[in-house]
């Protein structure tokens, strides 16, 4: 089993709305099409959010066709930029629904569980009671090999900013980790000897560390890093 791990497109309302200086669109464009030219067998994409740059309707219809035109399946993690109910309608053909974007699936014998990080106070995460008793339940020692996916990094990335938040002339921001990483950890510890990894976006560059013996991933943006 093999996926592409892609994130944080940022597409805005038109196809040339521009977001730190540049196109996002485009971006994605080469992006769909340089996974399209793989010349190795790929199974499905995992988006791990922010398809949108500010959660509007129009960002979603700019942002179908081009993610359409990937020739593989493909599943999203809600952003904090995203509105899960306009991704589920729009990308997916879906119902919409106020409810969280949590879901799972499987491939090829691997057990997949996404959950939406989104906090109360943007740009931090935050995983509810309930999804944490998801996660318990999902995280017994024994299974299938289990790969889970958010947006929000529940690990110190040992960058000051990210992990304790910055002040601009707009304002103070928390960190943009999951803020009850530690309650997120001991859900998932009885599963670490089948734990693949812990997938995530948020932070537009690339990341990979073993953490409590787990390997932790991020993708950098399709358009710009930080």
Not at 143 to 149: C, F, R
Request: one cysteine or more; aromatic letters at 10%.
């Amino acid at each position: 089993m093999r996926f592409v791990h892609i994130s944080d497109t940022h597409v805005g309302p038109t196809p040339d709305s521009e977001s730190e200086g540049r196109a996002p669109l485009a971006y994605l464009e080469g992006l769909v099409e340089a996974i399209n030219s793989l010349t190795f067998p790929v199974d499905f994409v995992l988006h791990t959010g922010d398809v949108a740059n500010l959660a509007q309707e129009a960002e979603y219809v700019t942002a179908a066709p081009a993610l359409a035109r990937l020739r593989l399946p493909i599943y999203y993690a809600a952003g904090n930029h995203d509105n899960p109910a306009l991704m589920r309608r729009v990308l997916l053909g879906q119902q919409a629904s106020p409810a969280r974007f949590d879901y799972q699936f499987e491939v090829a014998g691997v057990q997949f569980a996404v959950f939406d990080s989104r906090g109360p106070v943007d740009p931090a995460g935050h995983l509810e009671p309930d999804q944490l008793e998801t996660l318990r339940r999902l995280c017994s020692p024994d299974g299938p090999p289990l790969v889970l996916a958010l947006h929000h990094p529940p690990l110190p990335l040992d960058a000051a900013w990210i992990d304790r938040g910055w002040v601009t002339e707009k304002g103070t921001f928390p960190t943009m980790l999951l803020e009850n990483a530690e309650a997120f950890y001991e859900a998932i510890a009885p599963a670490r000897a089948r734990l693949c990894g812990v997938f995530f976006g948020h932070i537009h560059r690339g990341y990979q560390a073993l953490h409590q013996g787990v390997l932790h991933a991020s993708a950098p943006s399709s358009f710009v890093q930080f």
